[in-house]
């Protein structure tokens, strides 16, 4: 009606907030990192690089049972977890998501075991009943799902922070799922000698994950303009640059790039900087889940972003 | 023939009645009791288990102190969207659009994931927290054998969505919505919402003519969320009585969100194909 201020109803919020905690910021973060080794297991398999599709086989698993159990315990009502798989409902990102979860799952449980006995845990027949290259392909295709449908998750809400970030929460939680990924394979394989090769080739494909997070993070930052504050100011944004961007990115890019120049691959000092790399990436991955969850609710307080919602 | 509200704010005395009617008909727990100071509103938000919400606007006219207040008064409810951001959100089916064309969270089936909570744009429904069985209930109008039932602890003990459900219970049984019969100027009206629509245009033109301004809420609209079936006529701004000017469904922002993510899966796995090579 006419160009004045739009007022408020005595600055009360107009929407509602989640009540995803600190448990859906742990989801976020395992569930990528699981999602990244699915995508590791199958260049692994590629390459016929035996250290990492062992490393990245294992860690599916490990995280294939960790990220259900958060996602039950978050449920207001745990027991009825298994509703999510009454229906599949294609509009709704969660229900895919629950539903990659399980073909994720299945396959990689297979794998495991087929590699429990080609390490000898197992007894060996295991392994011949086990459709290795099948499995690898379907852990490959829905743990690239699960890198990137958080992101879809939280930009399709009314959340004003997150629906502004349509085009860079799926991008950021691609990267960092692959950059975690690289790390959590990185720390296992690190005590052992003769996967310096493979340590080498995962910072590579981690610097380049951690580039492309910085990449679009900045650019999130100057397109998103009011609505993106509550992210990168006050507290939530300290934390993002301490963990994420210097503590998450930079230093371990430059870790990476001290061990190529001055370690080489077979020699002994690189691994402290993967150790210590790694660690940092993990660190920051988690951060900049909790911080997105945080940044978003904080601006769902500010009814004035809500009142004209991103289109 | 969906059924709806139309909420006719002119006629709006702020009396709550239709407040406490819905806590009363859908057994829901109080809130509390706080005290806001700003306003004669202490509900403040639609929630969980608060389905109607009585704002309150107090403006000063002309900058004068001696002229009196202007008073807008609001019951607001969920909207009822043809397009549902929360029933698109919903990962277990538990929202549907019941025979009556409402909104409807069934409480058996929500595993209170709470993703409908931000999917919703006009900030209606939300998840009611874990509240200790029999606590805040008003036990004397509780009926006994309810309260013990089994009905009662699933719809109320907390843990899973909540939200106007129309009284869909009533509806089925072929009577008005609580709210609805408890008001006593017939702001809140139920009815099929071709007819309601009809009798509010004509009701914003009988306004017209006696020189009040007024608009419709919810009809007609060039909105993603589609028109409403519960609607108000409204004598301001929506931003006034905490309504979004341009509610956007959530679900439209996906492709974006799909394109991005695949973007940057693809670069990654060249990324990945190029740095990890192939089997020598």
């Known amino acids: ?11 009360q919020p107009l929407l509602n907030k989640p009540h995803w905690d600190g448990k859906v910021a742990a989801y976020l973060f395992v569930g990528g990192a699981m999602g990244g080794c699915g995508m590791l297991a199958a260049f692994a398999r590629r390459s016929g690089d035996t250290n990492l599709e062992r490393s990245s086989r294992y860690l599916s698993l490990a995280l294939a049972g960790a990220s259900p159990a958060i996602l039950v315990a978050h449920l207001g009502r745990p027991e009825r977890f298994h509703h999510m798989l009454r229906i599949v409902k294609l509009k709704s990102p969660m229900s895919l998501g629950a539903w990659s979860l399980v073909f994720f799952s299945i396959p990689a449980v297979l794998n495991a075991l087929a590699q429990a006995a080609r390490d000898g845990v197992l007894p060996k027949g295991i392994a011949r009943f086990v459709p290795e290259r099948f499995c690898t392909l379907l852990q490959a295709f829905f743990g690239t799902f699960i890198t990137g449908y958080t992101g879809v998750l939280l930009s399709a809400t009314a959340i004003p922070l997150w629906a502004k970030g349509k085009y860079h929460i799926p991008a950021l939680g691609v990267c960092s799922a692959v950059s975690t990924a690289c790390a959590l394979n990185a720390l296992a394989l690190c005590r052992d000698g003769a996967a310096a090769g493979t340590l080498h080739k995962l910072d590579r494909l981690k610097t380049c994950a951690s580039l492309g997070e910085l990449g679009v993070l900045l650019h999130f930052y100057t397109y998103g303009g009011k609505t993106v504050k509550p992210l990168f100011t006050g507290a939530c944004g300290e934390r993002l640059r301490k963990f994420t961007v210097v503590g998450g990115i930079l230093v371990p890019v430059l870790l990476n790039a001290a061990s190529v120049l001055f370690g080489g691959a077979p020699r002994r000092g690189v691994v402290p900087c993967t150790l210590a790399a790694s660690g940092l990436t993990l660190l920051g991955g988690y951060v900049l889940r909790a911080m997105l969850l945080d940044a978003g609710k904080a601006s769902a307080d500010d009814p004035r972003e809500a009142f004209v919602q991103p289109a | ?37 700003m306003s004669y509103d202490n509900t403040t938000h639609l929630s969980g288990t608060t389905w109607r919400h009585v704002a309150f606007v107090e403006q000063a006219q002309d900058d004068s102190r001696d002229a009196p207040p202007r008073w807008l008064m609001m019951s607001d409810v969920c909207k009822h969207c043809t397009h549902a951001g929360c029933l698109e959100a919903c990962p277990t089916g538990a929202i549907v659009c019941n025979e009556f064309g409402n909104v409807y969270i069934q409480p058996d089936v929500c595993n209170g994931c709470g993703y409908c909570v931000p999917s919703c744009p006009f900030g209606v429904v939300d998840v009611i927290g874990a509240l200790r069985e029999n606590a805040h209930y008003n ?29 869909y219970d009533r509806q089925r049984a072929g009577m008005v919505p609580a709210c609805a019969q408890a008001c006593p100027t017939d702001s809140i009206q139920f009815g099929d919402v071709e007819e309601l629509r009809e009798h509010a245009r004509g009701r914003v033109e009988q306004l017209r003519r006696r020189g009040v301004s007024s608009s419709l809420y919810g009809v007609d609209w060039e909105s993603s969320v589609g028109d409403l079936r519960a609607f108000f006529l409204l004598t301001d701004r929506p931003e006034v009585y905490n309504l979004p000017a341009k509610p956007v469904l959530p679900s439209t922002h996906q492709r974006a969100g799909y394109g991005s993510a695949a973007l940057a899966a693809a670069l990654l796995i060249i990324a990945g194909m190029a740095i990890f090579g192939t089997k020598v």
Do not use: H
């Open chain 2, 1 to 37: 023939m969906a059924k709806g509200f139309f909420t006719d704010t002119t006629l709006c005395i702020g009396c709550k009645a239709c407040e406490v009617a819905c806590k009363q008909w859908n057994e829901l727990p109080s809130d509390g009791f706080g005290f806001t100071g």
């Open chain 1, 1 to 11: 009606m006419n160009d004045a201020p739009a007022p408020t109803y005595y600055d």
């Open chain 2, 139 to 167: 036990t004397a109008t509780l009926q006994n054998e309810r309260l013990q039932s089994r009905q009662t602890a699933v719809q109320n003990r907390g843990g899973v969505a909540g939200k106007c459900t129309l009284c």
